[in-house]
């Protein structure tokens, strides 16, 4: 039962934009212009994170029947947000790479799921050119093998106990400045900056093998 006056108990702290590395200021057919923007979006989503839970700490539950619409919209738009977040976070740290075809681990799970390094990548690409927001290439944990995901959103569509390292961001804003409508010329672009190094590390620690 609600007590009266009570409000949710959120603890949480702000958090900062991570900076990014000086060599995704150097990509090869992605330019500093379109990476200063998209960094200038994905400041947006640590902002409204940091706004959205101070507003959630300041609601009011004793009047639960009038706030669970607010309240609704506010959780929505944080998932929104939070998935902003770490979606853009595994993109720019994984790019920055000389691209090319994996040689370590993940690579061997990629040919091991996929048939080759060239299946894959031609599905990551047509999963990218249909989706509206993002294409994934996720480790799932219940059968042990990577599978690659559709997203028409910053919060679409979770996939439970799977592990994302490989993250796609086709929304306009990732491509529009360099490619304008040519999508899958800049998917080429993203495969070749891809830092394969980072991509094993993740993969190293979460423990994930062949």
Avoid at 20 to 46: C, F, N, Q, T, W
Avoid at 77 to 102: C, M, Q, R, T, W
Avoid at 118 to 143: H, V
Avoid at 199 to 208: H, T
Wanted: charged share 25%; hydrophobic share 40%; glycine share 8%.
């Amino acid at each position: 039962m609600l007590r009266r006056g009570m409000t949710l108990a959120f603890k949480f702290e702000e958090i900062a934009a991570i900076e990014l590395k000086p060599s995704l200021y150097e990509l090869d057919g992605i330019s500093r212009a379109a990476i200063e923007a998209h960094y200038s979006l994905y400041e947006g989503y640590v902002n409204k994170r940091n706004e959205i839970l101070g507003k959630l700490a300041e609601i009011d539950l004793s009047a639960a029947n009038q706030v669970y619409s607010e309240l609704r919209a506010l959780k929505v738009e944080l998932s929104f947000a939070v998935g902003g977040i770490k979606n853009h976070e595994i993109y720019f740290e994984h790019l920055g790479g000389g691209g090319g075809d994996p040689d370590g681990v993940v690579g061997d799970l990629i040919k091991r799921d996929f048939g080759s390094i060239a299946d894959w990548r031609a599905d990551l690409k047509a999963t990218g050119m249909a989706g509206r927001g993002w294409a994934w290439t996720a480790y799932d944990w219940d059968e042990r093998r990577l599978y690659n995901y559709v997203g028409d959103a910053q919060n679409t569509y979770p996939i439970w106990n799977a592990t994302p390292l490989v993250a796609l961001d086709v929304y306009e804003h990732a491509y529009f400045l360099d490619y304008q409508t040519d999508r899958a010329s800049y998917i080429d672009a993203f495969f070749d900056n891809l830092d394969w190094s980072t991509i094993d590390d993740w993969a190293s620690r979460n423990q994930i093998r062949k």
